[in-house]
């Protein structure tokens, strides 16, 4: 991992479908409920933003999403990709819920602790995880054993690393869906945001309140060529 990116290696943004916050308070008393999207990237530093001022990186999307959002703006995260994660599922500190690194048991957050899906699940949300769990490949700690009702993820902490599916190269690769493997066509990224948009329409016509909690595996390495077969081309 990138010294650089020790203090920052997760950029993380909250879009929350409200057309202003102020009105969130009132709303919730009327008893509408907000619909929650929570993005993590995997392994970006905090100034590898146009919007953070990087003088030379274009992210023409992500700027428009960080003007959008509920910004986490004293947000910090650990060096490593397990513990990072855990925190924002359980609202505490990773080494309070059992994870202390990336392999092992170290990677798994204690069984009985509650975490956000299923708080919202139990609230009459939709739960939703679609790229990098890295939380557990296996039961109980699967994100499918953990509150979320649709699934879409690859195995271990990166694709095509030990602990994921074999043959994977990020381009038409089996990844583990609602805990099966099923193969998909495209690039990685793009099918974590087709399956995620997927299930967020599928809520909206149910009229279900939803949280989609979207984890895209880059930038962390490996890094082969997005523009390959990806139709988003610019961040």
């Known amino acids: 991992m990138n010294l650089r990116n020790v203090t920052m290696t997760m950029t993380v943004c909250v879009a929350m479908a409200w057309p202003a916050c102020a009105k969130t308070s009132k709303n919730t008393r009327l008893g509408k409920r907000p619909n929650v999207v929570l993005i993590m990237t995997d392994d970006q530093g905090y100034g590898d933003l146009a919007c953070h001022g990087h003088p030379f990186v274009k992210t023409p999307n992500l700027d428009k999403l960080h003007g959008d ?77 953990r509150g ?62 939803f949280f989609c909690y979207i984890q895209t595996n880059i930038v962390h390495g490996p890094q082969p060529h997005a523009q390959r077969n990806s139709r988003r081309q610019h961040l």
């Open 69 to 145: 959002s509920v910004r986490l703006t004293n947000y910090h995260v650990s060096p490593v990709c397990s513990p990072t994660r855990a925190a924002p599922m359980t609202g505490r500190h990773s080494q309070h819920v059992g994870v202390s690194g990336t392999g092992g048991r170290q990677h798994l957050i204690i069984r009985g602790i509650p975490i956000a899906a299923e708080i919202f699940a139990d609230n009459g949300y939709r739960t939703g995880a679609f790229g990098k769990w890295h939380l557990g490949s296996v039961y109980p700690y699967r994100p499918n054993d």
């Open 148 to 209: 979320f009702q649709e699934t879409l993820v690859h195995g271990a902490g990166a694709i095509s690393t030990i602990g994921d599916i074999w043959g994977n190269d990020y381009f038409d690769d089996s990844y583990w869906h609602n805990g099966k493997k099923e193969q998909f066509k495209g690039y990685c990224t793009d099918v974590w945001f087709d399956h995620a948009t997927r299930f967020i329409k599928v809520s909206k016509d149910a009229g279900k309140p």
